[in-house]
């Protein structure tokens, strides 16, 4: 069982910038990989960057070279840089973990633990 909390979000013009972070806590010492999830308005939940169990990072294509997942030492947190932001980043954003695996291109119900989200808008 993993609980997350997520923060950060919020309101910013087009060219912007965001940082979100989310925290972890769980009962046991079993390792679990994080990773970000996002829902635009209308469309379906779609991953956005991933760290798992080894260390290793992926990125959706849409956010290369503007989002930046990192995770804390005691690997209970990981934030998001978001940079340039653009209107098609409006979106809210969950912060997702599993035991198994995180990475780009996993469907949305593929991850077990979801905190319950921060919205992020982006204006013209």
């Known amino acids: 069982q993993v609980q997350l909390v997520e923060s950060g979000g919020g309101s910013v013009q087009s060219g912007g910038s965001l940082r979100l972070s989310c925290a972890a806590s769980s009962s046991t010492s079993r390792p679990y990989c994080m990773g970000w999830f996002r829902q635009p308005p209308g469309k379906e939940r779609e991953g956005v960057a991933f760290?798992?169990?080894?260390?290793?990072?992926s990125y959706a294509d849409s956010v290369k070279g503007r989002f930046t997942i990192t995770q804390g030492d005691a690997k209970k947190t990981i934030d998001l840089q978001m940079n340039d932001l653009k209107p098609e980043d409006t979106a809210m954003y969950f912060c997702?973990?599993?035991?198994?695996?995180?990475?780009?291109?996993?469907?949305?119900?593929?991850?077990?633990?979801w905190g319950r989200g921060t919205q992020v808008t982006v204006s013209s």
């Open positions: 997702v973990a599993d035991y198994r695996f995180c990475r780009v291109g996993l469907r949305w119900y593929e991850l077990e633990y």
């Open positions: 760290i798992d169990t080894g260390g290793y990072i």
